[in-house]
């Protein structure tokens, strides 16, 4: 069994900060992949940020230059540190693993259940 267990998110005001965090547990062999996704009601899933086992990140153009993901790989966790943010951010954010559970077992992508993140004075 794999769990993703995302945690931080809350209510803040716009120009505000969040760091949301994403634990892996289980029985887990090595991560690859990790990311950052968010969903309105509005839209359909979309991809925030990602970043590599070895470190290299992609972000969505809406959060460059405001939001930073990081990942310590002997804790296999995955950050995701939230600065200046705006209403329009507001969304239920999903944490993201590509994950291998054996030597030669293909990887397997799954999900955390989310956690809520509100953009608001």
């Known amino acids: 069994q794999v769990q993703l267990v995302e945690s931080g998110g809350g209510l803040v005001q716009p120009g505000g900060s969040l760091r949301l965090s994403c634990a892996v547990s289980g029985s887990i062999f090595r991560i690859n992949d990790m990311a950052w996704y968010r969903q309105t009601r509005e839209k359909e899933r979309e991809l925030v940020a990602a970043?590599?086992?070895?470190?290299?990140?992609n972000y969505a153009d809406f959060v460059k230059g405001r939001f930073t993901i990081s990942r310590e790989n002997a804790k296999n966790t995955v950050y995701l540190q939230m600065n200046s943010l705006l209403p329009e951010d507001t969304a239920v954010y999903y944490c993201?693993?590509?994950?291998?559970?054996?030597?030669?077992?293909?990887?397997?992508?799954?999900w955390g259940k989310g956690t809520l993140v509100t953009v608001s004075s």
């Open positions: 970043i590599t086992r070895g470190g290299d990140t």
């Open positions: 993201y693993g590509q994950i291998l559970r054996g030597y030669g077992v293909r990887s397997m992508d799954y």
